[in-house]
Every structure is written in C-alpha cells, then in structure tokens.
C-alpha cells in the first residue's frame, strides 16, 4: 500500500508538472491558455482519486486542500492575475493535494504564497536595471516632475522601455509634463503597451511564479512558514 501511494504521489507530480510546463509556455508564446488544459488535468485529478489506496484520507486532503478555492477566485475577481492562473491553482490542489518530498510545513495556501513570494524579485531587478541606468547618466525621468518617493516607488514597479512588449505603461500626459500612473491594472482586461520610450512594468506571467512556487513546495515546503520556523 506504502509503494502504491508512492507511486500515485510520483505520478501526481508528474501530471503536476507537465500540466504548469505547457501551461507556462503557452502563457510566455501566446498569453493565453486554453481552458482544455483545466479540464483535462482537473478530470484526471477525479480518475486518480479512484486508485488512492485510503479513499476517506484522500478526500480529506483534497477538500483541504481546495480551502484554496474561492481566495484565488476572489484575487482573480480584484484583477491581481487572471482566470487561468486561479484555475491552475485549483487544479493543483486536487491534483496534487499539499505533496511534498520535504519536512517542511504545508498548507492549502503554499503554492499560492510561494509564487507571491517570488513574484516580488522581478521588483528588484527592475529597481537594480534602472540604478544601471542612472549609473550611466541617463536622465530616466526626463519630462517627469514627480516627488522622490513616487520615482523610488516607480523604480521597483518598472523602467523605462524604448520598444515595449508584453508589458503595461504606468506614465500619462499632463499638460507639458509627464506623470507616474502608478495604479493597478487588471491582469485579464488591461491592454498591453505598445507606445516606444514609455514608462511601463512588465507584464511577466503569473503562471511562471505559480509553477516556481509549486517547485519550492516540492523541495522546501511552506518558504514563509519554515523561514519564521526556523529563526
């Protein structure tokens, strides 16, 4: 029975990481995922619930785990990352239900916290790229009239792009000036960005943070609860 669960855990995770593997690349090639992957990898969550050696105690840790459910579906609804990446949330709590090859800490909320956790580097990348920038003496605020906290501010959001791509302006027009419009866009409905030398911040797909966050979980557990837990 031990080598039976074994082995499903092994085969979830594959299923696991096949599933954030095309889901990624599409995401990165295209910016959209096809909602057949949901549906194909959430029924095979179903069909393998059907070999689990204790029934009961994988659906206790299912429906645990599906805690997760309705958080990611109102961050979805805010506009903070979009449908697909709250329905590859979910999926992965049937899918893979709190697994991990650590003894670290887990819960229904890993996966999710990981992925917020990771998804704050690109802040400083964008904070030590423009730090380059002024480095070499260029005026990257040139026409901008803004206080130094907002400039700071809109150094860690994104930087000034000469030929944007996949990515959303955070400057408008006022008057003569420019002003910093450092306001929250909706990550389904928000148009990407395609005006040259513009202000913007990368429009990195949540997915990749979600399919790091689901790795971290794998080798280390919970990053928030076993950094606490170990101090």
């Not at 999710?112 to 990257?140: Q, Y």
């Amino acid at each position: 029975m031990i080598e039976t669960l074994i082995d499903l855990n092994h085969l979830r995770i594959v299923l696991a990481i096949g599933m954030l593997g095309y889901a990624s690349y599409t995401d990165v090639t295209k910016r959209e995922i096809n909602d057949l992957v949901w549906i194909i990898f959430g029924a095979l969550a179903v069909v393998l619930i059907i070999f689990e050696p204790n029934l009961s105690e994988a659906l206790v840790n299912i429906g645990i785990s599906l805690i997760v459910a309705p958080v990611v579906l109102i961050i979805w609804r805010i506009g903070f990352f979009g449908g697909a990446d709250a329905f590859a949330i979910i999926v992965l709590a049937a899918l893979v239900p709190q697994i991990t090859f650590s003894d670290g800490m887990i819960t229904p909320f890993t996966i999710l916290t990981n992925a917020v956790l990771i998804s704050i580097i690109p802040l400083f990348l964008n904070f030590f790229r423009n730090l380059i920038e002024i480095a070499k003496k260029n005026d990257i605020f040139e026409g901008f009239k803004e206080p130094t906290g907002k400039r700071i501010m809109a150094m860690f959001l994104g930087y000034r792009a000469k030929n944007p791509k996949y990515s959303f302006s955070i400057e408008k027009k006022a008057g003569k000036n420019k002003k910093l419009n450092l306001v929250l866009h909706n990550a389904e409905y928000a148009e990407f960005c395609t005006t040259p030398n513009t202000w913007i911040t990368p429009g990195v797909p949540y997915m990749l943070f979600i399919t790091a966050g689901f790795i971290v979980q794998l080798v280390y557990g919970d990053a928030i609860f076993n950094f606490f837990a170990s101090i």
